[in-house]
């Protein structure tokens, strides 16, 4: 929020008429006040109370301060803010991520699978304000977490809450394709796309990933296959959501990059493997080239007027010194 004024020119007269008036009401005191001694000839004249003066100088600087904030309000006080609003749509992501027991081996350059992956699609929803981007979940069971939405805050809180384990320890990627091509269908989105990052073959589940595959590219969607990892014994270590312990080990990684490459070949999409965080991050590069449309941003200017505030303000202390002297002090002008 940035305050400003409209009219600044009656913000310049109200800061000069103070000490104007302040300068007047001194000289008319002094050439209109008619001295008459009270007390006896040659005698000490009469001094009002020193309570009485200091209300009188109270009174004073609280009528100064209502007509100064009447100036303030005339000068036209706001507030403005300016935010990018993009003049077109983006793309309708939804990310499929596995999160069977196997995505938290430990080969990602000393991270986990499932860390690495949490952080560049983090770090992806940051670089695509105009994108409104979905989560799902895959596990032995498949689940819709959040629908594509533009609000980066409540997919984040998603994000960071999702873990290991908490849908089982099965990989049933036909069922989380099979989410995608559900939800996915509805978009109005002008690019609508489907990105599943996973570690592992399919070992459950009611629907074959290919055939799920196949309802992506008949709804429209792009369908993106990223795989993690690769063959081998990786060390393992994560904590059981369902049991609360941490489980350490070695894993037999039994990545199966022919099946990955026939479930996006059989989507129309395109599979990319990523055994490393370098290639994770290049395939999160492609992707993004592949399939983002550029947005068109344009700053929006939103403006807030304060002086209504400011006016009643001012009317308040006017009146409360008038009241003051008229019923307190016994002033009749």
């Not at 073959?201 to 309802?215: K, Y």
Request: hydrophobic content about 45%.
């Amino acid at each position: 929020m940035t305050p400003g004024f409209e009219r600044p020119l009656f913000l310049v007269l109200g800061c000069g008429s103070i000490p104007l008036i302040i300068l007047l009401s001194r000289y008319y005191k002094n050439v209109l006040t008619l001295d008459m001694p009270l007390g006896p000839p040659g005698g000490i004249s009469f001094r009002a109370p020193g309570a009485i003066i200091l209300l009188l100088r109270v009174l004073f600087g609280l009528e100064l301060c209502g007509i100064f904030l009447l100036f303030a309000a005339a000068a036209g006080p706001r507030f403005s803010s300016t935010q990018l609003v993009w003049l077109n749509r983006g793309a309708d992501i939804l990310f499929v991520i596995d999160i069977s027991p196997s995505m938290a081996g430990l080969d990602m350059d000393g991270q986990s699978r499932f860390d690495t992956a949490r952080q560049l699609v983090a770090d992806f929803a940051e670089r695509q304000p105009a994108c409104a981007l979905g989560l799902a979940a895959v596990g032995s069971e498949a689940s819709l977490l959040l629908p594509p939405t533009v609000d980066r805050e409540i997919f984040s809180e998603r994000l960071n809450t999702l873990r290991i384990g908490e849908l089982g320890d099965g990989t049933a990627l036909g069922l989380g394709l099979g989410i995608g091509a559900l939800h996915i269908h509805r978009s109005t989105a002008p690019r609508r796309v489907v990105v599943l990052i996973t570690d592992g073959e399919n070992n459950t589940g009611a629907v074959h990933p290919e055939t799920a595959a196949a309802a992506l590219r008949m709804a429209g969607a792009s369908l993106w296959v990223i795989g993690l990892g690769s063959g081998g014994e990786v060390p393992i270590d994560y904590v059981d959501p369902r049991t609360g312990k941490r489980r350490t080990g070695v894993l037999d990684s039994r990545f199966d990059s022919e099946s990955l490459e026939a479930i996006a070949r059989e989507g129309g999409g395109t599979y990319i493997a990523a055994p490393s965080l370098s290639s994770f991050s290049e395939a999160f590069y492609r992707m993004a080239e592949g399939e983002i449309a550029v947005g068109h941003p344009a700053p929006l200017t939103r403006t807030r007027n304060f002086h209504g505030p400011l006016i009643i303000t001012a009317l308040c202390l006017l009146l409360a010194a008038r009241l003051v002297r008229r019923y307190v002090l016994g002033e009749f002008l």
